[in-house]
Structures are given as structure tokens and as C-alpha cells.
């Protein structure tokens, strides 16, 4: 017998007596809705705090005066509830008179009408006029942002938007005003929305239910009966938030988010929602393109196709297959890397064939495989929720991984206690328990230094460490070499403040740690996720729900780009090429006799061999590697040395004015395919749009390639692809079919077509590898540190309201409004000494170039650190960043070089 199940009675709209049944700690509301029981709201939401405002769901309960709101009142064992009388049905309508009456409701002038909450209560009661006059005065609309209206005259004060922004994005930009009927939604001050602090994730524009909130750049383009709603999976960042993507004609009017989808739950980020029309842009690349005396000229498929299939094979006969080499798209879907990889190894004969995890998360995955067994995010993104304890280093996540944020936040809201590690105070550092300001490239002797106390104050977990880890005393003896005396001068924090990590950090079970791009992105990469980890095994916290290691990627795909086998040692599903088994599967797969067996060169090693002669060929997928690689005039100058040069993208950029031929491809939303998620949830790509011109899926271009080689590939499609080869060929995705992720996807591993997937890696501490590798680490300092010419560290990250500005949010209407320009970021301490204003026109000068850029003075800057972004070429900060390299995995060191920054008279 189960004692928290509770029964209830209904008397309800259709229906007389009706047992059911609910839990306790319910509201009536939720025991009415899990029974499919209809009872009118509009303030309520499902994934708000009830409320209460809107006076419709009230219910009459026996033996309870009043009628009381359903969706605040508990649900008790026993009660009789009737939830449509004669006496409901006349208060219910006169409240939607009131709400009528109290503002501008006319449906002809309205975005909304067709998918208006109040719109369909009022004609669901029978309202056809309104008795009540009333001293209704009309308010301005704010169209200040320019992704966002606001119109207060069609509000009905249910307070959705509010809690959406408070409790669920947690961001606290608007409140409700004033008392009684001159309350109002409002922004701090009443200042327009564009002069607050809303970051426009449009959170509360999903969740209004009237027209007093719309998108305005789907004004006029649609009503809600002439639009389809097709399911997707987001374009930008590693979240892989789930989409409707809303369409009339073939074309994309305005993006939602899925209220019951995975990872999001409706969530979505500035870009995720509004950065969409990229794919409509005029710029779009719409046939092949050869470059011809100095010049481009437009060309055919055949005859594109013919030009690079002959340059490919009078190279590999001439200087064998591994003077080709090329990088994978890791924002394109799984299907395409596959392909990429697949005609590298069938058809060129070279595993010369890599993708851009290379420059951001390539630590990651050699690091937690020599750790763990398996390079992936440990946890769910939904544990971030649930966690109690939580430690964010070198991780932004508000801006860079925005909705992941908003599960951090919600986090401490229940009551978790964070403690952020990061040199520049993030907006996460102002929710945290603690704020570590720890020096750039420091993490190792700081991680190092906690683990000492951890071991010295005998307070890491001895039985998880004894049954489910090997290395513990090589881990032991190296730590003993960090106490936080020594360590406090390297990281520039007090060793007493270590000491009251490691002691927060072991007060809760289980811990979860978060880290992106400022663990991974220095020359100690690999070293700094393998520390990471060495923490969450010693305090037993790997294997948990709110536990484990987790990794956030970058891009949309880069976890599926790896997935696919586009990396120079990995067939798919992460088997080794120079794995005998693995080479006799894959030539059987892919009939052909032979396959490179010795793993291929990383994508530093590419570029520099087009500029030492020994790549003679270089194809690039979907990447802009002279914006994104570091130190972009040595970048130019080796795409510049390249015998011949193949680029496939969506648009012209930096990257395509050195290619030889240039093929157009089909981008988000034009082809079917999946993205894996940071998460390891494989998610659908759906086709809304045509591609422009000839432009063609990439998966089709391999293949005519290939076939040009002789290669004969049956699949035509991204469900063959996968169905038919990826998931066959691959052990981790096996399970995973299109049929089986056709709404939520499917976490990897997932072996069998039975099997749920897999939410939490290494469960109790049974890893992937068997037992646990702990890892005896040194620190090392950056490879390029301050000195009297070059005073200062450059850090490089993400900012929240671009991606890439060349192929993407910069072809997106409003998106540079909210951030136009890059800057670079100062302290206060600094400006005032070199006589900076902030707006204030600076030269920042490393020693591979310079730049000119406006100075950001923030109080969120450390002394003696600047920061910037690569979005926009002028101010891009790969100007100035040093091409040095994690040994093991060459992925750069974006995170640290040494800069001047002059004011610029």
C-alpha cells in the first residue's frame, strides 16, 4: 500500500462522481491535470510557482467556504470537489469581463489572435459583452528591444512573465508594480526593456498567455492557423535545446521552445529563439564556385565535383594519401562527419581527418577517457538542477551555454551552495556561496591544493577511493607537494580560502563540478580535465545523480563530430584505427580491402603542413579557420600555402577567400539529420527550408566524391545513414534509432533497441574502464606569461548575443543591435592607471598582431587581466593569440598570452 497516494472526488463538466487519485504535496490543479480534468486558468503554468492571480481555477470543495483556487489549494485524502457549477461558471465570467474591460483586448489588431489564452476563455464562456465601464487608460507600448514588444494594455497581470523570469530563468528583470487595477508589469526603475538588464532570452514572451508580449520579428508574418509547427534541435551551443520551429510558405516566421522536451523544458537562449533567419541571408553560397585567374567563377556540380576528385587523386598518386588532410564540421549533423571521415578513410586512403573539438574540447575527451574510459559529459544537464553542491570552474555558463545556466541558478534557488573558480567575476560568482578569483592557467595547483586538504584532513571518501580506483598513493604523493601555503602565490587567493573548498566541497554528497573552455583551452588542457576528475573520484562523487565530471561543449555538434569518427585516431563510436578488430569491421562495412591503420596528424599539424608542403591538399567543412585558429596572420599564411584548397560552407568567409573550388551546402533546417548533445542525447534535425540555389546536403557532395573514386554508398539519406551504418557500426549508439528520438532523443550508450540510454555514466562508481585512474599532475604556467613589454594576460571566451557573426547571428536581425562591437574588458585599477575611459578607442598588441577596440572598464576584471572575443573580425582576439599547444591533444592556448593595451590618442 502506497501512503502517498491520496483519492479525490469530482463532480465535473461532463461527468458526475468521479473517482481519482493524486499524490501528496499535489495541488487540486496538478491532481486535476495528470486525470485529464479540465479546469480554466491563465496564471497558471506548469513549471511556475502557482500563483493564484487570475481567480479561474477556482473550484468549490465540500465543506471549504469560499471557492478557493485550485491551483494554490493542497489536495487532500477524501475531498469532493465540483469544478463546473452554475455558480463557477458566473464568477469565472464575470473575472474575464473584468479582464476584457481592463484593457486593449480587440483580436482583429492582435499578433496573437488565434493563439490567445483569454481569446479562447472568453468565447469558452460565453462572453459577448461587457457590463462594465471602466476609467481604462491606455499605456505606451515599449518597443525599445529589438527582439521583444511590449504592450501593457493587453496585459492581464497573471504574472507568467514574471515568474518566468524570476524562477525560471532566473534573471529578476521585471516585477509587478503599483496595487489593485493600477498594477503593472514593470522593469527596475519602469526604464524601456532595451535600458534594463534583460538579456532578451524571450522566456517571457513563450509564456504569455495574451498579446501583451510578442516576438518583433514574427509581427505580421503569420497567425497561428497558417503556421506549422516542425520539431528541432537548436543550432548553437552544446545544450541542444529542443524547438518549434514555427513556419509558413517553407520559411521560419519565430522559434519556441518544446515545454516538455529534453534537455530545455521550454528554455531557450537569445540566440536559440531569435537568431534563426541567418538561413534566408542573400549571402548564402548557391553553387559551386572554382577559383579561376585570380578570380571566382560560378560553376557546375559535375564539373566542381570532377576538378577536386582529379586534383585529389593526382595528389595522393603523387605524393601519397597522407598529403591530403581535412577538418569536419562540427556544426553540421552526425551524418555529414560521418560521411567526411568515411571518404578520408575509403576513398583517400589517409585518417588525416579531424574537426573543430580540436581547438576547444579535445582535452576532454582524452582526458576523461584516460580518467574515466570514456571522454563525455558524466551527468544530465537536468541534475544541474537537483545538485546540492556545485563547483563552476573556467565555465561562463550564463553566457556561453546560457539555459544550462539556468538550471545552475535554479540550483542555489532550491538551496545548493556554488562556489565559482574564475578569474573574472561572472554572473554566476554573484549567486555563489564563494567566489575563487583565481589566476588564469592556475586550475592544477589550485585543484592540487584542495586535494592536499582533502587527504590531510582525512576528508575524502576512503571507501569509494579503495573499491572503485586505482593510483590513489602516486595521486597522494603529488598532492603532498601543493599545501595551500605554497599554492595561495600561484593562484592569487589566500590558502585559507582553499582550505574552505576542499571543506565546503566535502560537507555535501554528491558534488557536481562544471568546467568549459577555461579548463580545456591551455597548454595544460588535458592535465587540467584529468585534475577535475582526480577531484570528484577522491570525494566519491562520480557515478551520481548531482555528481560527476561535466564538460559543457561549445558548438551544436562538436560531441557528435567526435561521436562520427572525425578525429585522426577514432573510427565512429570512439574504436581505434589501429585497432585490428575495428579495421576488420569497417572494411567489411564499407567494402574496401584496405584502411589506414596508423592514426592521422591533428588540425595544427594541417595547417602547418599547407605551409611547410607537406599537406598538398586541405579540405575544410563548415569551419572558418582564418577567424577561429589562433594567431590568424600565421593562419592566412598557411591557407594561403595550400596547393589546393576545397571549402564547403554555407556562406562566403575569412576562410573561403583562399579555396580553390567552393561548394554550397545545405545548413540547419534545410537537410534531416541529429546533433548529439553535451549531454550525449542524440536529437532530430528536421528540414523546413529549401536549401538556396543548387546548394546541396553535405553528406550528398562526400558521396559524389566518392563515387568519383570508385566508392558505391547505397544510404541517401540521413535516416539511412544512421539507421543503416552509424548505429550498426557503432556500439555506444546502437540502440538509438530515428524511430526511437522522433520527440526526446536518446542518451549514449544506448546498446539495444530496448535500452533507455544512459542519463548517468559510471553508475555507483563502476566505470567505463573498470576502475577509476587517478592521475599524478604537475602544475605548469601558461606558456607565455606578463612582462614589462607585454603587462598584461589575455583571457578569450564567448559573449552572450553571438556565435559566429559571419555565417551567423550577424546575419540575424537584432542580434548586433544588443551587441554591435567587440571590447576588451579592463578593470577599473587598470584604466585609471593608463588614463582609459570606458568607450574609450585602445590598441591591444600581442607579439603576432594588434587590434582596435573599445575599452570595457568593468569591476567584474582582475588587476593586470583583459579579456575578449573572436566575433567580430576587426576586434577578433585571434589577432593576438598564441599558437602554442596542449602536448598530448594540440589544442591551443586561447585562455592565456600576454598583451600591451594603449589609449589610442
Not at 481592463?102 to 488565434?114: A, I, P, Q
Not at 592544477?444 to 584532513?457: D, P
Not at 580553390?660 to 528536421?686: H, K, L, Q, Y
Request: charged share 25%.
Amino acid at each position: 500500500m502506497n501512503n502517498d497516494i491520496i483519492s479525490l472526488t469530482v463532480n465535473g463538466k461532463d461527468f458526475r462522481e468521479k473517482k481519482i487519485q493524486g499524490k501528496k504535496g499535489q495541488t487540486v490543479l496538478e491532481v486535476f491535470r495528470d486525470n485529464g480534468i479540465p479546469v480554466p486558468t491563465l496564471c497558471h503554468h506548469p513549471k511556475m510557482p502557482p500563483y493564484g492571480g487570475c481567480r479561474l481555477c477556482i473550484v468549490e470543495i465540500e465543506n471549504m467556504r469560499g471557492l478557493p483556487p485550485s491551483c494554490t489549494t493542497p489536495a487532500t485524502d477524501g475531498m469532493v470537489i465540483s469544478t463546473h457549477t452554475e455558480r463557477l461558471a458566473r464568477v469565472r465570467k464575470t473575472v474575464l469581463e473584468l479582464l476584457v474591460a481592463y484593457g486593449d483586448h480587440n483580436c482583429l489588431f492582435c499578433e496573437m489572435n488565434g493563439n490567445c489564452e483569454l481569446q479562447n476563455l472568453v468565447y469558452e464562456h460565453g462572453v459577448n459583452t461587457i457590463r462594465f465601464k471602466t476609467d481604462f487608460v491606455p499605456r505606451p507600448k515599449d518597443e525599445s528591444n529589438p527582439m521583444i514588444i511590449r504592450d501593457q494594455n493587453k496585459c492581464v497581470l497573471c504574472g507568467r512573465c514574471v515568474r518566468a523570469c524570476q524562477n525560471v530563468q532566473v534573471n529578476g528583470v521585471i516585477d509587478v508594480a503599483a496595487r489593485g487595477s493600477n498594477s503593472f508589469i514593470t522593469t527596475f526603475n519602469n526604464t524601456p526593456l532595451m535600458d534594463s538588464n534583460c538579456v532578451s532570452c524571450g522566456e517571457c514572451v513563450q509564456s504569455c498567455p495574451v498579446g501583451a508580449l510578442t516576438e518583433k520579428k514574427a509581427n505580421g508574418l503569420g497567425r497561428a492557423w497558417e503556421t506549422e509547427k516542425v520539431r528541432t534541435t537548436c543550432t548553437y551551443c552544446g545544450v541542444g535545446c529542443q524547438q518549434w520551429l514555427h513556419v509558413k510558405d517553407g520559411r521560419i516566421t519565430k522559434v519556441t521552445g518544446v515545454e516538455d522536451g529534453a534537455p530545455n523544458k521550454g528554455r531557450l537562449c537569445v540566440k536559440g529563439r531569435f537568431g534563426y533567419e541567418f538561413i534566408y541571408s542573400e549571402d548564402r553560397l548557391k553553387t559551386p564556385i572554382i577559383k579561376e585567374n585570380g578570380g571566382f567563377r560560378e560553376a557546375s556540380w559535375d564539373e566542381a565535383l570532377d576538378l577536386v576528385a582529379s586534383k585529389f587523386k593526382e595528389i595522393i598518386a603523387k605524393h601519397g594519401p597522407d598529403a591530403v588532410a581535412g577538418t569536419s564540421s562540427s556544426r553540421s549533423i552526425n551524418e555529414d562527419s560521418y560521411q567526411m571521415q568515411k571518404l578520408f578513410r575509403t576513398a583517400f586512403g589517409t585518417n588525416n581527418i579531424d574537426n573543430c573539438a580540436r581547438v576547444c574540447h579535445a582535452p576532454t575527451v582524452a582526458g576523461l577517457a584516460k580518467s574515466f574510459g570514456s571522454g563525455a559529459m558524466t551527468n544530465s544537464f537536468s541534475d544541474f538542477a537537483k545538485a546540492k553542491m556545485i563547483l563552476v570552474i573556467g565555465c561562463n555558463a550564463t553566457e556561453a551555454h546560457p539555459v544550462a545556466g539556468t538550471y545552475l541558478k535554479n540550483a542555489v534557488a532550491n538551496g545548493a551552495e556554488m562556489i565559482v573558480a574564475d578569474p573574472r567575476r561572472i554572473e554566476l560568482a554573484d549567486l555563489a556561496a564563494l567566489h575563487v578569483p583565481l589566476k588564469v592557467g592556475s586550475d592544477i595547483a589550485f585543484l592540487n591544493a584542495i586535494m592536499n586538504v582533502l587527504i590531510n584532513e582525512n576528508l575524502y571518501d576512503k571507501e569509494y577511493v579503495a573499491s572503485c580506483t586505482d593510483g590513489f598513493e602516486a595521486l597522494k604523493a603529488k598532492v603532498m607537494e601543493y599545501p595551500p601555503e605554497k599554492v595561495a602565490d600561484i593562484v592569487g587567493v589566500s590558502a585559507e580560502m582553499i582550505r574552505d573548498v576542499a571543506r565546503r566541497m566535502a560537507s555535501v554528497k554528491p558534488a557536481l563540478l562544471v568546467y568549459t573552455l577555461g579548463i580545456t583551452e591551455h597548454t595544460c588542457g588535458m592535465n587540467n580535465v584529468m585534475s577535475c576528475a582526480n577531484v570528484q573520484m577522491l570525494l566519491g562523487n562520480v557515478g551520481f545523480e548531482g555528481g560527476g565530471v561535466n564538460p559543457i561543449r561549445g558548438q551544436n555538434n562538436v560531441q557528435g563530430a567526435c561521436d562520427m569518427g572525425a578525429l585522426p585516431n577514432l573510427f565512429p563510436g570512439y574504436q581505434r584505427v589501429d585497432d585490428p578488430k575495428a579495421q576488420e569491421k569497417f572494411k567489411a562495412a564499407w567494402k574496401v580491402k584496405s584502411l589506414p591503420d596508423k592514426p592521422g596528424i591533428m588540425l595544427p599539424e594541417m595547417l602547418e603542413g599547407c605551409a611547410t608542403g607537406k599537406i598538398k591538399a586541405f579540405y575544410i567543412f563548415g569551419e572558418n579557420l582564418a577567424n577561429t585558429e589562433p594567431d590568424i596572420k600565421h593562419v592566412e599564411h598557411c591557407l594561403e600555402s595550400a596547393e589546393f584548397l576545397v571549402c564547403q560552407d554555407n556562406f562566403p568567409t575569412e576562410t573561403t577567400r583562399f579555396a580553390d573550388v567552393i561548394f554550397p551546402a545545405a545548413a540547419w533546417s534545410e537537410d534531416n539529420g541529429t546533433f548529439a548533445s553535451s549531454e550525449r542525447r542524440v536529437s532530430r534535425v528536421r528540414t523546413v527550408s529549401k536549401a538556396p540555389g543548387i546548394a546541396k546536403p553535405n553528406w550528398w557532395i562526400f558521396r559524389e566524391l566518392a563515387r568519383r573514386f570508385g566508392q558505391v554508398w547505397e544510404s541517401d539519406s540521413g535516416k539511412d545513414l544512421w539507421d543503416n551504418e552509424i548505429s550498426v557500426l557503432s556500439p555506444p549508439f546502437a540502440g538509438i534509432k530515428y524511430s526511437r528520438i522522433e520527440e526526446d532523443g536518446l542518451q549514449w550508450p544506448c546498446p539495444t533497441e530496448t535500452h533507455p540510454g544512459t542519463p548517468i555514466m559510471h553508475k555507483d562508481g563502476k566505470f567505463t574502464c573498470g576502475r577509476g585512474q587517478f592521475q599524478a599532475i604537475d602544475w605548469t604556467p601558461p606558456a607565455e606569461v606578463p612582462d614589462k613589454e607585454y603587462p598584461f594576460v589575455l583571457c578569450t571566451g564567448r559573449r552572450l548575443y553571438h556565435y559566429h557573426t559571419r555565417t551567423q547571428t550577424g546575419r540575424c536581425e537584432g542580434l548586433n543591435v544588443l551587441l554591435g562591437e567587440e571590447t576588451v574588458d579592463m578593470s577599473p585599477q587598470d584604466a585609471k592607471k593608463l588614463n582609459i575611459e570606458h568607450g574609450e578607442f585602445v590598441r591591444v598588441r600581442s607579439r603576432r598582431g594588434e587590434v582596435k577596440v573599445k575599452a570595457k572598464v568593468t569591476d567584474k576584471m582582475q588587476e593586470g587581466n583583459v579579456w575578449m572575443a573572436f566575433h567580430f573580425r576587426e576586434g577578433c582576439a585571434n589577432w593576438l593569440t598564441n599558437p602554442v599547444f596542449d602536448l598530448v591533444t594540440k589544442t591551443a592556448e586561447y585562455k592565456a598570452c600576454a598583451v600591451q593595451v594603449e589609449k589610442i590618442v
